[in-house]
């Protein structure tokens, strides 16, 4: 029970999160940002990519596959049970909204314990401005999702680089694969920089292994093939 516990109170936490973001979700319009977003996922269902083309492509291929799904559940489901477009263009933020909380119960895990990790992961869930970012067609949702995912890969990887040199390559590479889609989220390459920038500082004051040319060769394939993949 003990290690089932923790598991079971982060699966009600992320299902918490959910139920807060997705209900209602169709009670307001779109914005115009949203309009812009689902006018391009329809034209990349057409296999015209070159709409929207100033923001990245990762969210409105989301959207694309979402709305694709409700159109196939709309044309066999009743009327009372039919998927609202606002829903469908909204929902992949909502579901990467709710495990946001994760990903920041693991890195504040790492730092700070399992009773801070905790306490983050339920402030995210109920957090009213999260909340509200999570439940519009926005970049910035996949951006805080990925970023934070990649930051928690990177810190494991160095970690594990004392004891498991090979391992910890695995973790350098899906780190910069979720870098990579994080830049396929938002263009803000600095958040990249900023994690470079702080394990070299952590390495200087002998907190953390030196760091190895092969592993920044692996955080960048890994970013490549990220980014493509977005």
């Known amino acids: 029970m003990s290690k089932k516990l923790p598991i079971a109170i982060l699966a009600f936490i992320v299902a918490l999160g959910f139920a807060l973001r997705f209900r209602g979700l169709d009670s307001a319009g779109f914005i115009e940002d949203e309009v812009h977003k689902i006018e391009a996922a329809r034209s990349y269902l ?8 100033e923001h990245p492509m990762l ?8 709305v694709t799904a409700a159109d196939c559940w709309n044309r066999s489901a009743s009327h009372a049970h039919l998927i609202p477009e606002e829903v469908a263009v909204r929902l992949p933020n909502v579901v990467f909204g709710a495990l946001t909380a994760v990903v920041l119960f693991l890195v504040a895990r790492e730092f700070f314990g399992f009773g801070v990790g905790i306490l983050s992961a339920l402030l995210w869930a109920t957090g009213v401005f999260a909340i509200s970012i999570n439940r519009i ?14 930051f928690y ?10 004891t498991d040199v090979p391992g910890s390559e695995r973790w350098f590479a899906s780190s910069g694969a979720s870098f990579g889609l994080m830049l396929a989220s938002k263009y803000f390459p600095h958040y990249l920089g900023l994690n470079f920038l702080c394990h070299y500082l952590w390495g200087k004051m002998g907190n953390a292994p030196p ?3 092969r592993n920044t060769l692996l955080v960048l394939g890994g970013l490549r093939i990220g980014f493509y993949l977005g």
Do not use: C, H, P, Q
């Open 46 to 53: 057409r296999g015209n990519f070159l709409v929207n083309l």
């Open 59 to 66: 969210m409105k291929s989301l959207i694309s596959v979402s």
């Open 137 to 150: 067609a926005k970049e910035d949702t996949l951006l805080v999702f990925f970023t934070w995912l990649a």
């Open 153 to 162: 890969l990177f810190l494991r990887a160095r970690e594990l680089s004392k």
């Open 211 to 213: 760091r190895r040319w």
